[in-house]
């Protein structure tokens, strides 16, 4: 069984940085995307960044510029360091794994760290 544990959220002020790390765990295959999903109350859940297992990225425009992802691939943790926070950018973030597998992919999600942006 696939588990996602993220770590790393809090109360920041705006203009402050943060940094986000997951560390999956189980059985994983080498060939992966990991990322990162943020819901904020009322809204959709939308994509902020993610990054495959040969090192591709892919970042929402809201966020290119002050976040980057990295990823390491030796111990399946995956990184999201936010520099310049908004206070839009409030939301509960969610660690992402898309997997493949003989059945194709599979997709795993964590249980969500809160980031606060207030002064």
């Known amino acids: 069984q696939v588990q996602l544990v993220e770590s790393g959220g809090g109360l920041v002020q705006p203009g402050g940085p943060l940094r986000l790390s997951c560390a999956a765990s189980g059985s994983i295959s080498r060939v992966n995307v990991m990322g990162w999903y943020r819901q904020a109350p009322g809204k959709q859940r939308e994509l902020v960044a993610t990054i495959s297992s040969g090192g591709g990225t892919n970042y929402a425009d809201s966020v290119k510029g002050r976040f980057t992802i990295s990823r390491d691939n030796a111990k399946n943790v995956v990184y999201l360091q936010m520099n310049s926070l908004l206070p839009q950018d409030k939301a509960v973030y969610y660690c992402?794994?898309?997997?493949?597998?003989?059945?194709?992919?599979?997709?795993?999600w964590g249980q969500g760290t809160q980031v606060t942006v207030s002064s």
């Open positions: 992402y794994l898309r997997d493949w597998k003989n059945v194709g992919w599979i997709e795993y």
